[in-house]
Nanobody, 124 residues
Framework: QVQLVESGGGLVQAGDSLRLSCAAS????????MGWFRQAPGKEREFVTA????????YYADSVRGRFTISRDNTKTTVYLQMNSLKPEDTAVYYC?????????????????WGQGTQVTVSS
């Protein structure tokens, strides 16, 4: 089992930056892929970005590429999501997730472990 705990959400204005953190504990593995998804009210959960724990390969959704950056700290088993130039359409609950494979995919159904989510609200 892997436990994931997100932090860092909040209320910001358009154009501001915010950094989310996800602390992983339990039976973590260097073979995992760590991802961030988000879900806005009335919408399906969507892929934001992911990083392979080993090697650091990353992948981003088109909607956030160039504005968001995912990174990881192997020593602290923590994943970060740096969000810059935030827009009102970025408003959502952001979820950290883990997949027991080094291959990055955007399908949420393939991620076995999830955090409780953290709210990000961007006002215009």
């Amino acid at each position: 089992q892997v436990q994931l705990v997100e932090s860092g959400g909040g209320l910001v204005q358009a154009g501001d930056s915010l950094r989310l953190s996800c602390a992983a504990s339990g039976r973590t593995s260097v073979y995992y892929t760590m991802g961030w998804f988000r879900q806005a009210p009335g919408k399906e959960r969507e892929f934001v970005t992911a990083i392979a724990w080993t090697g650091g390969t990353t992948y981003y959704a088109d909607s956030v590429r160039g504005r968001f950056t995912i990174s990881r700290d192997n020593t602290k088993t923590t994943v970060y999501l740096q969000m810059n130039s935030l827009k009102p359409e970025d408003t959502a609950v952001y979820y950290c997730s883990a997949r027991n494979s080094g291959r990055i995919v955007s399908d949420a159904r393939t991620y076995a472990y999830w955090g409780q989510g953290t709210q990000v609200t961007v006002s215009s």
